[in-house]
Every structure is written in structure tokens, then in C-alpha cells.
């Protein structure tokens, strides 16, 4: 019904940068908040960035002042520009949406995650 799908993972060296984006498709109505996730390996998920219809944002601390996450909501896409990149970086990155959809029997509610896009920073 929805489907989110990441793209602009890759290697990147040390101090380099990437930039991921996410699309959304399906009978969406609107979009709340998506954000970008990753996991290393033998570690949580952990929320990287979020936002808001409204453009708010938030990062997590390890990230603040390098990412910038940004949204076009007349395209259903949420981007993640990666400045500043290092090693801990390395991840599978995945995109997440709260979203409501429209339906047979109207308007739905869920959350989606996209299959992720794999981040390898070396140095």
C-alpha cells in the first residue's frame, strides 16, 4: 500500500559527504513525520534525524551540526545530507514515515520503514 525506498548510500572516505534520500508512494494523504535511522552491526537502531510536516527537526547528538535533514512534501521525499563524515557513521540507514493513507475504508494510519541504504565511511 505505501512504500518507502532509500537511495544515495555508498563509501565514502573520511570527511566526505553523501546524500541519502527517501520516496514515498502509495495512496498517501499526508505525511507527519519521517526521519532516517541506522543500525550498526551488533548495535540498536537509533534514531539519526526526524521531521516534521512543519519542517521542525530534531538530531541526535552525534550527528548535530554535520546532517541536515530536509523534507518536499509536494514529492513525498525526505533527504539526509551527510557532512563531515566518519567511521562511527557506518551504518544501514533507514528511512521511516508516519503516515496516513487513504484506503477502501478511508483514511488509515502506520508507520513504514524503507530497506535501508548502506553507509560505509572509511578512513
Known amino acids: 500500500q505505501v512504500q518507502l525506498v532509500e537511495s544515495g548510500g555508498g563509501l565514502v572516505q573520511a570527511g566526505g559527504s553523501l546524500r541519502l534520500s527517501c520516496a514515498a508512494s502509495?495512496?498517501?494523504?499526508?505525511?507527519?513525520?519521517m526521519g532516517w535511522y541506522r543500525q550498526a552491526p551488533g548495535k540498536q537502531r537509533e534514531l539519526v534525524a526526524a521531521?516534521?510536516?512543519?519542517?521542525?527537526?530534531n538530531y541526535a547528538d552525534s550527528v548535530k551540526g554535520r546532517f541536515t535533514i530536509s523534507r518536499d512534501n509536494a514529492k513525498n521525499t525526505v533527504y539526509l545530507q551527510m557532512n563531515s563524515l566518519n567511521p562511527e557513521d557506518t551504518a544501514v540507514y533507514s528511512c521511516?514515515?508516519?503516515?496516513?493513507?487513504?484506503?477502501?475504508?478511508?483514511?488509515?494510519?502506520?508507520?513504514?520503514w524503507g530497506q535501508g541504504t548502506q553507509v560505509t565511511v572509511s578512513s
Open positions: 521511516h514515515a508516519d503516515v496516513n493513507y487513504c484506503s477502501a475504508s478511508g483514511s488509515s494510519h502506520g508507520d513504514y
Open positions: 521531521i516534521t510536516s512543519g519542517h521542525s527537526t
Open positions: 502509495g495512496s498517501i494523504f499526508s505525511i507527519n513525520v
